[in-house]
């Protein structure tokens, strides 16, 4: 079992100028994503990103999750930037968030998932098969 203080690899992003949005002639900024091998618990993974101007990977449609899961399918567990900023009173943990602070508008957890089973499940890593879970 895992929990946000388990080493594992991650999946992080940045984006060109530094900044999510759509440019002046309508084209939308894409991220770069890039899988880091370097086990680190999740903060310390996030506090990577950030020192080098990204953020831990978000996802906010189906296509994002299948283009992550290409990523990460024959991967080991893999962190992703979902938290639910430590609220383990919330009822199914309603209060996700990305790290990168845009909204969390796709869901895709794996049966049963989030349950906090062993406390200290307040964030997202995807699995060999591409499922988000915890």
């Known amino acids: 079992l895992f929990s946000c203080w388990s080493v594992l690899p991650f999946l992080w992003e940045i984006h060109i100028g530094g900044h999510t ?12 994503v890039i899988f880091d091998e370097t086990p680190r618990s999740w903060a310390d ?3 990577h990103c950030q020192s080098l101007g ?13 283009f992550l899961k290409a ?13 639910d ?10 209060s996700w968030s990305w790290t990168d602070g845009s909204g969390f508008n796709y869901q895709q957890w794996a049966e049963g998932m989030p349950n906090n089973s062993i406390g200290g499940e307040l964030c997202i890593q995807m699995n060999f098969g591409g499922t988000v879970i915890h």
């Open 45 to 47: 993974a996030e506090f």
């Open 85 to 94: 900023g430590g609220q383990p009173e919330m009822s199914q943990y309603k």
């Open 21 to 32: 949005g759509a440019l002046g002639n309508g084209a939308s900024l894409v991220p770069i």
């Open 54 to 66: 990204g953020h831990l990977a978000s996802v906010h449609s189906w296509l994002e999750s299948i």
């Open 71 to 83: 990523l990460t399918f024959d991967l080991p567990l893999t962190w992703i930037g979902g938290t």
